[in-house]
């Protein structure tokens, strides 16, 4: 009888062991490094993919030199070119719906990401972007490359602090 409790109080253990092992770590991974995009909608077999800021960067840097209506004199932003991510994504769709952590939801033609080269920038001159700086990605246009990038219309389409990418 006892040889059975015994054997009960190990095999518990080492489901506790077992299970501390595999959480421990998955969970200060997903602390360290969170999910900060999530590319849904028409992607490769309909799935969502939710991707982690190392995810983004590891599609390799773009860097663009620009000025925007929100900063002074030419800033530079790093990121990753928003055409890539999408083929990354094997994304279907015409038109992309941006949502950002305020809610802000703006549709971009996906025609424009092989028109321009357009990042989803994680850095403004060499630095991560806080929430508060509309941060951590914000969708960049190269404004100064071309007149027409000048307007509300591409203003409205660079969402900053983007959250979601649907695919239509
Ligand atoms: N996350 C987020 N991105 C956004 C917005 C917003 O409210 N939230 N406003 C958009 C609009 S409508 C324009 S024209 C430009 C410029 O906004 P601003 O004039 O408020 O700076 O940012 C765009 N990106
Ligand atoms: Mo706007």
Redesign the pocket.
């Known amino acids: 009888m006892q040889v059975i409790q015994i054997a009960k109080s190990v095999i518990v253990a080492a489901i506790l062991v077992s299970l501390a092992i595999c959480l421990g770590p998955r969970q200060a991974a997903q602390a360290a490094d969170p999910v900060i995009l999530t590319i849904d909608g028409k992607t490769a077999g309909g799935k969502a993919i939710e991707m982690t800021r190392k995810d983004i960067e590891a599609l390799g840097p773009v860097k663009i030199a620009t000025t925007t209506?929100?900063d002074d004199g030419v800033v530079t932003f790093e990121g990753v070119s928003m055409k890539q991510l999408l083929i990354k994504a094997g994304a279907q769709g015409a038109t992309v719906t941006a949502t950002?952590?305020?809610n802000?939801v703006?549709e971009i033609p996906v025609s424009d990401f092989d028109t321009y080269q357009v990042i989803l920038a994680v850095k403004r001159n060499g630095q991560y972007m806080e929430v508060r700086d509309k941060g951590p990605l914000f969708i960049v246009y190269p404004y100064d490359s071309d007149p027409g990038l000048k307007s509300?219309k591409y203003?409205?389409r660079?969402?900053?602090?983007?959250r979601t990418l649907t695919i239509k």
């Open positions: 209506p929100w950002a952590l305020d802000y703006t509300e203003y409205a660079s969402a900053w602090q983007l």
